[in-house]
């Protein structure tokens, strides 16, 4: 079965620092891999998504996550943390037409 | 991106009783999922919904207990009935592909915040 770690359920950076939210996951195949950002009251959105094509992926709102299959990580980076970027995060993984598995969240924090 | 709306935003229930969540796609999707998620923690699987077919439940969820509906593709309702405050959750409804989606992503409503009481 795949697993998803999230390492850090809560973090917290300086405004205009770097981001960096950790994500490993475990599978036997090549997976997919996602983040999404949940902002208060309101549902999942998207980020960004690995589905086997180049291994460093742009997303939304700046954030990129490079694929790295020695390490089985799908760490999600920011250069620049911006106030809006206050949110809950959710590194996930699915095998091709299967379902998807959710990491416990990282709660991000900007300080002003 | 699928967009999809959820009914309603928020309800707060009393022991005992029941409440149908409603989630609307704007496009006709084959597979639309159920989640719930409780106080401060991730997303939990709670079944699958094809139309034409009965929902595929994930260990732990009973259809007795989360009766599904998808009666078509663009469709679907959630039932949590005989709520106790442990159902006290976001439940999410979501969507894998759509016209504009693709290789697997799925895209959320914005949930139903349930407290019971």
């Known amino acids: 079965a795949q697993s998803v770690t999230q390492l850090g359920s809560h973090v917290s950076v300086s405004e205009g620092a770097l981001v960096l939210l950790r994500c490993n996951y475990s599978?036997?195949?090549?997976?997919?891999l996602f983040w999404y950002v949940q902002y208060p009251n309101q549902g999942l959105q998207l980020l960004l998504k690995?589905?086997?094509?180049?291994?460093l992926v742009k997303g939304i709102n700046g954030f990129e996550a490079e694929f790295k299959k020695s390490e089985t990580s799908f760490h999600l980076t920011k250069p620049s943390a911006h106030m809006s970027d206050a949110a809950e995060y959710f590194c996930?993984?699915?095998?091709?037409?299967?379902?998807?598995?959710f990491g416990t969240g990282t709660s991000l924090t900007v300080i002003p | 991106s699928a967009v999809i709306s959820q009914k309603p935003s928020r309800d707060i229930c009393q022991r005992g009783t029941s409440l149908t969540i409603q989630c609307q796609v704007d496009?006709?999707?084959?597979?639309m999922f159920w989640y719930r998620q409780q106080p401060g923690q991730s997303l939990t699987l709670i079944a699958t919904?094809?139309?034409?077919?009965?929902?595929?439940?994930e260990s732990g969820f009973v259809i007795d207990k989360f009766p599904i509906s998808r009666p078509n593709l663009t469709f679907s309702t959630l039932t949590v009935s005989n709520m106790s405050p442990e159902d006290s959750s976001i439940y999410l409804c979501?969507?894998?592909?759509?016209?504009?989606?693709?290789?697997?992503?799925?895209?959320f409503g914005p949930g139903t915040r349930l407290t019971v009481t």
């Open positions: 979501s969507v894998e592909g759509g016209p504009s989606g693709s290789l697997g992503e799925q895209y």
């Open positions: 599978s036997s195949v090549p997976p997919y």
């Open positions: 690995y589905t086997s094509a180049a291994t």
């Open positions: 996930a993984v699915s095998e091709p037409g299967n379902q998807f598995y």
């Open positions: 496009s006709q999707v084959t597979m």
């Open positions: 919904a094809n139309q034409g077919s009965e929902a595929t439940y």
